[in-house]
């Protein structure tokens, strides 16, 4: 049996894409700056589409978008790289968070300054401020991200909200979900109770707690004791989740 000790270091907070999109510089001489912009033959997150397939990197990839010059409109050719597929892919990613937007906008939830750019980069997208040239290179990686998500939430039932008890149950292992962005590099792993609720845990990278969990993993079930516990909402989710505190029990199932 193992004690909670080898998850002291563990984050349960509700990290998913939405996180890091308050990030952005609001400094006065940010906001002082005059608005550059780039335009583009082209569908500009179908180029990243097509680079990301090529195996570029995102320092290559922001180059590229950028182009050159430092006139505050910049025209950058880009649409001898694209093929079918990266339009296909673009168009997919973009109607996919016009439809979480317009959602989050319908059950009057918060939209922070990265998810309005992106509302911009998806309404004009062949001409977007130059400060959105992140958060259009990392699109494609939040949506894998949210499909990835969406699939185990959707298979499994949110937890009542406000719920504080403590687990005595055996939980099998979902899926990990991996989450790597300019701030946040985390691995999200998902375990089910026997009531189709989800155990959320969200490790840093290196974390240490996280090779002992990824053994765990492997085995498929384990039993949990936890005398504490909290159930939390995912940020960015109307999806409620067991997060548990660093004081537990494992036991291993033969």
Same mark, same amino acid.
């Given at each position: 049996?193992?004690?909670? #000790?080898?998850?002291?270091?563990? /984050?349960? !907070?509700?990290?998913? @894409?939405?996180?890091?999109? %308050?990030?952005?510089?609001?400094? &006065? ?28 990197d995102y320092y290559d990839i922001g180059a590229t ?58 309404? #004009?997208?062949?001409?977007?401020? /130059?400060? !959105?040239?992140?958060? @259009?290179?990392?699109?494609? %990686?939040?949506?894998?991200?949210? &499909? ?11 937890l009542p909200a406000g719920n504080t008890q403590g ?26 109770t026997p009531n189709n609720y989800l155990v959320r ?54």
């Open positions: 049996m193992a004690s909670g #000790s080898l998850a002291s270091t563990m /984050k349960t !907070s509700g990290t998913n @894409l939405f996180d890091d999109w %308050d990030i952005m510089d609001t400094s &006065k001489a940010e906001l002082e700056k005059p608005t550059e912009y780039l335009e583009f033959n082209d569908d500009p997150l179908a180029l990243v589409c097509a680079m990301l397939r090529a195996g570029k978008l950028q182009g050159v010059g430092t006139r505050l409109v910049r025209r950058v050719s880009i649409d001898s790289v694209i093929e079918a597929e990266d339009r296909e892919r673009a168009i997919t990613i973009r109607k996919h968070f016009r439809n979480k937007i317009l959602m989050r906008r319908l059950k009057n939830m918060h939209l922070s300054k990265f998810m309005l750019a992106v509302d911009d980069i998806i309404e #004009s997208p062949r001409r977007i401020e /130059k400060d !959105s040239v992140r958060p @259009l290179m990392k699109l494609p %990686d939040f949506y894998e991200e949210d &499909k990835a998500t969406e699939t185990i939430f959707n298979s499994h039932n949110t687990l005595d149950t055996t939980i099998e292992y979902v899926g990990t979900v991996n989450r790597r962005s300019s701030t946040t590099k985390v691995d999200i792993q998902y375990w089910r845990l969200v490790f840093p990278l290196h974390d240490m707690g996280k090779s002992a969990w990824d053994f765990l993993a492997q085995q498929g079930k384990v039993k949990i004791k936890t005398k504490y516990g909290c159930v939390s909402r995912v940020t960015g989710y109307d999806y409620f989740v067991y997060t548990i505190g660093a004081e537990y029990e494992i036991q291993a199932i033969d």
